[in-house]
């Protein structure tokens, strides 16, 4: 009998846990989500003029929050799903604690799958500032580099009729 209660529990849990990443991407489709990072006064100057992206440091910042609203979520839900692990081995429900195990190595992949591209992104935006950019680059960095050049050799061009 407390088998089925531990199954049930952790059948309920990872239902409650699927059902606020239905609600965060939901959020992240159009509906803003609540909080003091949505409601930024601060908006308009992360955005420069003309440009339409945000400021560099911006959304560097915002980078930072995501990953960290991402390991506190993550954190949390392993938890409670370790202590649930915990007491099935406690009661000897090794199917219950081997679901359990696989369940929180998938949640770990999705994490990993999650905060990847965001560490890449936070590592390009350190190699930018250290001017060391390593990454792909982006057009309009194309273009002020190919106009750079094209300066050059017109200088070079000029110098040589010169002498």
């Not at 949505?38 to 911006?58: E, H, L, N, S």
């Not at 915990?86 to 949640?107: N, P």
């Not at 190699?127 to 060391?132: H, I, N, P, R, S």
């Amino acid at each position: 009998m407390k088998k089925v209660g531990l199954v049930g529990l952790a059948v309920c849990l990872s239902l409650s846990w699927a059902a606020m990443a239905g609600a965060t991407s939901v959020s992240k489709q159009g509906k803003a989500p609540d909080g003091p990072a949505t409601a930024a006064p601060d908006k308009d100057k992360a955005r420069p003029q003309g440009r339409g992206q945000m400021d560099p440091a911006a959304q560097q910042k915002r980078v930072n929050e995501q990953l960290a609203t991402l390991k506190t979520e993550h954190q949390a839900a392993m938890a409670e799903l370790q202590a649930i692990k915990q007491l099935a081995v406690k009661e000897k429900a090794t199917q219950t604690a081997a679901a359990l195990d696989k369940l929180m190595a998938g949640r770990e992949q999705e994490y990993q799958k999650k905060v990847e591209p965001l560490q890449q992104r936070l590592k390009g935006f350190q190699d930018a500032q250290k001017g060391q950019s390593k990454g792909p680059e982006k057009s309009a960095d194309k273009a002020l580099k190919s106009g750079e050049k094209q300066v050059q050799k017109d200088d070079a061009a000029k110098t040589k009729t010169n002498k």
